[in-house]
């Protein structure tokens, strides 16, 4: 019997490929190189590198570490969070010669750099998630405050006496009284632009397409220009018939080509206890920062792509080794010109790739422009962020979660600025710990919970008992990537005293992340313990009635 003739099946439509976002990428390359040629220069000033080495940094985090990375949007180049490091051990390092420290400084940050490639392949990339929220906005906001304390004076003109932040602050009003007219004007002007673009932007429309720091070099450069700083004369002041000296000091000063700029490395004191000490804030804070960048940039990525923090601190150790032997700062993840990166449209990795190429180019051929930037101006982008950084809404959003929260912030930042990060931030954690213990949390349940688990098909419970705190998050994290097919997830705390703030974040970012993936996470137990503020992931205090008395 013959087979009837089946036709065959009809072939899948073919999927349309997907639009090329190179165009996308390369507009937004161009204008996230805007704005970090200037912030790379000021960072390099202010820590105590030729302003050149911030730059390079910047060229290497777009030209080689985009291609190692997993976090498609970040851009990888040097950050405000590590001046006081970098300066730091400038000075420590080169006791009084800041070329020699300099070139010292180099050696921590390559040695850093192997550490923080170490720290990647042992898979080590959960670390961001270790460290209390308010440790480390505490840290940040004693950032701040270094960084104004040091630049403030720049932007004046003035060269201050005292080197430490707190004599520093102490000293400005002296700083005002002898200010500069001329460069403080520029500087004062500069920080006016900063702090009103906002409004600006908003009664505006075209003005919204102008970054905040070229509008600032747009009107620096041309005052620079009006005041002939590039030749050294002096000027009097009619109104008080003092006389004050300008010239090209006050600008950005550059080697003659970008190969001049190329510095490498003095590893002769990098076994010494300073270096060491240095290696390890340079690895630590580094690692965390770009970590918590990538974090953060991810829950800003319009597809919600979740990068592998791993590969991303393989990358971003990988470009600090380079950076570090060529003579660059240290870089990491940075979350302002990465959220600009998404806000102007980037679509992939080419976006960083292209800031760090327009950058190459415009030091490649265009050098004599840069010379042009007033350090001022610089300074003034650079007191910005500190205030940024050390906003007095900080304080209140830290607040807000909790007063223990407060508490430890305070802590940090005050311990931190008054001897260094990595005292302060120990004794930041060590604040967080005694408090939790007065809350109720058992010493040993601090680094290890007591963990039930049940499988059910797709269905995991996980129980957790006595404390879930910062110090043991991971232990419920490295339980929870066993499962990797369990579709439903709860995590009963019913039997914990203490479940703190760090980890109901994670815990809500993990939620989302989770989601993404089709898969649940709910948390249970929770109706017996009392919230620590009103916020929704503030702390949670199991609560204990007193027994009533039978009569």
């Given at each position: 019997?013959?087979?009837?003739?089946?036709?065959?099946?009809?072939e899948?439509?073919?999927?349309?490929?997907?639009?090329p976002?190179?165009?996308?990428?390369l507009?937004?390359?161009?204008?996230?190189?805007?704005i970090?040629?200037?912030?790379?220069?000021g960072?390099?000033?202010?820590?105590?590198?030729?302003?050149i080495?911030?730059v390079?940094?910047?060229?290497?985090?777009?030209v080689?570490?985009?291609?190692?990375g997993?976090?498609?949007?970040?851009?990888?180049g040097?950050?405000?969070?590590?001046i006081?490091i970098?300066?730091?051990?400038?000075q420590?390092?080169?006791?009084?010669?800041?070329?020699?420290g300099?070139?010292?400084?180099?050696?921590?940050?390559?040695v850093?750099?192997a550490?923080?490639?170490?720290?990647?392949?042992?898979?080590?990339?959960?670390?961001?998630d270790l460290?209390?929220?308010?440790?480390?906005?505490?840290?940040?906001?004693?950032?701040?405050i270094?960084?104004?304390?040091?630049?403030?004076?720049?932007?004046?003109g003035?060269?201050?006496?005292?080197?430490?932040?707190?004599?520093?602050?102490?000293?400005?009003?002296?700083?005002?009284?002898?200010?500069?007219?001329?460069?403080?004007?520029?500087?004062?002007?500069?920080?006016?632009?900063?702090?009103?673009?906002?409004?600006?932007?908003?009664?505006?429309?075209?003005?919204?397409?102008?970054p905040?720091?070229?509008?600032?070099?747009?009107?620096?450069?041309?005052?620079?220009?009006v005041f002939?700083?590039?030749?050294?004369?002096?000027?009097?002041?009619?109104?008080?018939?003092?006389?004050?000296?300008?010239?090209?000091?006050?600008?950005?000063?550059?080697?003659?080509?970008?190969?001049?700029?190329?510095?490498?490395?003095?590893?002769?004191?990098?076994a010494?206890?300073?270096?060491l000490?240095?290696?390890?804030m340079?690895?630590?804070?580094?690692?965390?920062?770009?970590?918590?960048?990538a974090?953060?940039?991810?829950?800003?990525?319009?597809?919600?792509r979740?990068?592998?923090?791993?590969?991303?601190?393989?990358?971003?150790?990988?470009?600090?080794?380079?950076?570090?032997?060529?003579?660059?700062?240290?870089?990491?993840?940075?979350?302002?010109r990465?959220?600009a990166?998404?806000?102007?449209?980037a679509?992939?990795?080419l976006?960083?790739?292209?800031?760090?190429?327009?950058?190459?180019?415009?030091?490649?051929?265009?050098?004599?422009?840069?010379?042009?930037?007033?350090?001022?101006?610089?300074?003034?982008?650079?007191?910005f962020?500190?205030?940024?950084?050390?906003?007095?809404?900080e304080?209140?959003?830290?607040?807000?979660?909790?007063?223990e929260?407060?508490?430890?912030?305070?802590?940090?930042?005050?311990?931190?600025?008054?001897t260094d990060?990595?005292?302060?931030?120990?004794?930041?954690?060590a604040?967080?710990?005694?408090?939790?213990?007065?809350?109720?949390?058992?010493?040993?349940?601090?680094?290890?919970?007591?963990?039930?688990?049940?499988?059910?098909g797709?269905?995991?419970?996980?129980?957790?008992?006595?404390?879930?705190?910062?110090?043991?998050?991971?232990?419920?994290?490295?339980?929870?990537?066993?499962?990797p097919?369990?579709?439903?997830i709860?995590?009963?705390?019913?039997?914990?005293?203490?479940?703190?703030?760090?980890v109901m974040?994670?815990?809500?970012?993990?939620?989302?992340?989770?989601?993404?993936?089709?898969?649940?996470?709910?948390?249970?137990?929770?109706?017996?313990?009392g919230?620590?503020?009103?916020?929704p992931?503030?702390?949670?205090?199991?609560?204990?009635?007193?027994?009533?008395?039978s009569?």
């Amino acid at each position: 019997m013959p087979m009837p003739n089946i036709p065959d099946p009809p072939e899948p439509a073919p999927t349309a490929p997907a639009p090329p976002t190179w165009k996308s990428d390369l507009v937004s390359g161009f204008l996230v190189f805007l704005i970090a040629l200037p912030l790379s220069l000021g960072i390099a000033m202010a820590s105590g590198f030729p302003p050149i080495a911030g730059v390079l940094t910047a060229v290497v985090g777009g030209v080689i570490a985009t291609w190692l990375g997993s976090a498609p949007l970040t851009i990888k180049g040097p950050a405000a969070g590590l001046i006081v490091i970098a300066l730091g051990a400038v000075q420590e390092l080169g006791g009084g010669d800041n070329a020699t420290g300099y070139r010292r400084a180099l050696a921590c940050i390559v040695v850093a750099a192997a550490v923080q490639i170490a720290f990647a392949l042992a898979r080590v990339g959960a670390l961001g998630d270790l460290f209390p929220s308010s440790v480390v906005h505490g840290m940040l906001a004693a950032i701040g405050i270094i960084i104004c304390s040091k630049q403030i004076h720049t932007l004046l003109g003035v060269t201050p006496t005292a080197k430490e932040p707190l004599p520093l602050l102490l000293e400005v009003p002296a700083s005002v009284l002898r200010l500069n007219p001329a460069i403080a004007l520029i500087g004062v002007l500069s920080l006016l632009l900063l702090f009103g673009y906002p409004v600006l932007a908003r009664r505006t429309r075209w003005m919204q397409k102008i970054p905040a720091p070229l509008l600032v070099l747009a009107v620096a450069m041309p005052l620079a220009l009006v005041f002939h700083l590039e030749h050294r004369h002096t000027y009097t002041l009619s109104s008080t018939d003092s006389t004050y000296t300008v010239g090209p000091k006050f600008l950005v000063n550059l080697p003659g080509n970008l190969l001049q700029a190329i510095t490498f490395p003095d590893f002769s004191l990098v076994a010494s206890p300073v270096s060491l000490k240095y290696v390890v804030m340079f690895a630590l804070v580094g690692s965390i920062e770009s970590l918590l960048s990538a974090k953060a940039v991810s829950s800003l990525d319009p597809e919600r792509r979740s990068p592998d923090l791993d590969k991303d601190l393989l990358a971003t150790g990988v470009g600090n080794l380079a950076a570090g032997v060529l003579g660059g700062l240290p870089m990491i993840s940075e979350i302002v010109r990465s959220s600009a990166n998404i806000g102007y449209g980037a679509k992939s990795r080419l976006s960083n790739f292209f800031h760090g190429a327009f950058l190459l180019l415009f030091v490649a051929f265009a050098p004599g422009l840069i010379h042009r930037i007033p350090l001022a101006a610089l300074a003034a982008m650079l007191v910005f962020t500190g205030v940024r950084l050390a906003s007095p809404k900080e304080f209140v959003k830290t607040f807000r979660i909790g007063k223990e929260q407060l508490v430890v912030f305070i802590a940090t930042a005050a311990i931190t600025i008054a001897t260094d990060l990595l005292v302060g931030v120990a004794a930041g954690i060590a604040v967080e710990m005694l408090i939790h213990v007065l809350n109720g949390a058992p010493l040993r349940s601090l680094f290890r919970p007591v963990i039930e688990e049940r499988v059910e098909g797709g269905r995991l419970v996980l129980r957790v008992k006595q404390a879930a705190v910062f110090s043991n998050y991971l232990s419920i994290k490295r339980r929870l990537a066993q499962h990797p097919d369990a579709l439903t997830i709860e995590i009963d705390f019913q039997d914990t005293r203490l479940v703190d703030h760090t980890v109901m974040a994670n815990l809500h970012d993990l939620k989302a992340t989770l989601e993404c993936e089709g898969r649940t996470l709910t948390l249970s137990g929770l109706d017996d313990h009392g919230p620590m503020s009103s916020h929704p992931l503030s702390a949670r205090k199991k609560v204990v009635l007193a027994p009533v008395e039978s009569r």
